[in-house]
């Protein structure tokens, strides 16, 4: 899960393995390509600017998108084994808002280099980075920071562990432990998650140098004071509503939570843009 590699194919989900697959899974682990851009801001009709700054593990790569009029800076980062172009729908919806935007590559995705994720760990790193680079950059005065399932916790953890300050937080289906969403796969395997989960989690820790067992987003966010919006699908097979609900309530400052029936663990803002869109201009300009 935290080595990508050079194959052609990602492993398919969980979900859409025969019972070869899935036995292949499990004595020989998955095949996640490293992510790569296969679009550009430009694509969809948005000017942008490519920035490269230095993070915790290497060179970033991030792209802004300006707004000639903008009410703030949304700094966007993305979900598990995905990349800055994985966020345009997000981008082009913020943009129509009027907002500017900063898409950022994770360690290891798009245009930032490695090819190594922590699922949220040495990314908080990378999250801080780009909030120094935009800030050194006079990029936007109100900052909010958008973050996708792993990029959530993300987010959260660069805020409690660093002590980031940003104005607002906009949080898609962040899960709230490291073990719970691990445990997740191993359920949709349809295999008992004890022990095999909790031993994939310590050594995923020892191989990276972290306590995978304290890499828990429903602590970090009690170090959250901003006003915070969560966003979830309630079909999501990887991150449950009670979870997301049990992360909003440990911030310690004003939040809401809107799900999105018949939704699964992908893009609200491309599957219902009008609503997606709704939800988060609300949040935003509420007083």
């Known amino acids: 899960m935290t080595h990508y590699t050079s194959a052609a194919a990602r492993t398919q989900s969980p979900e859409r393995l025969s019972l070869l697959g899935k036995l292949g899974v499990l004595f020989g682990g998955v095949d996640v390509p490293r992510p790569a851009s296969d679009a550009t801001p430009a694509d969809r ?72 994720t922590t699922l949220g760990v040495g990314e908080a790193d990378d999250v801080r980075a780009a909030c120094d680079h935009v800030r050194a ?46 445990e997740a796969r191993f359920d949709a395997l349809g295999v008992p998650s004890f022990p095999a989960a909790r031993l994939l989690v310590f050594w995923g820790g020892v191989q990276h140098g972290f306590d995978g067992f304290a890499h828990n987003p429903v602590d970090y966010a009690a170090a959250v004071r901003c006003p915070a919006l969560f966003l979830h699908g309630e079909n999501d097979p990887r991150v449950t509503v009670v979870q997301v609900r049990a992360v909003a309530d440990r911030t310690a400052g004003p939040n809401r939570l809107v799900t999105f029936p018949g939704l699964g663990h992908e893009s609200y803002a491309a599957a219902r843009p009008e609503e997606w869109r709704r939800a988060v201009a609300d949040f935003l300009t509420a007083p």
């Open 45 to 116: 009709g948005l000017p942008f600017e490519v920035h490269r700054f230095a993070g915790g593990a290497g060179r970033l790569e991030a792209w802004h998108v300006p707004h000639p009029r903008a009410r703030g800076l949304v700094l966007l980062f993305h979900g598990y084994a995905s990349c800055k172009a994985g966020l345009l729908p997000e981008a082009a919806a913020l943009h129509e808002l009027g907002y500017a935007t900063f898409l950022v590559d994770f360690r290891g995705s798009g245009g930032s280099d490695g090819s190594v």
């Open 137 to 182: 950059k006079k990029l936007g005065q109100r900052l909010i920071l958008f973050g996708k399932s792993m990029g959530s916790a993300a987010v959260l953890r660069a805020v409690s562990v660093h002590g980031l300050q940003p104005d607002a937080l906009v949080l898609e289906c962040p899960f709230d432990r490291l073990l719970t969403t691990v």
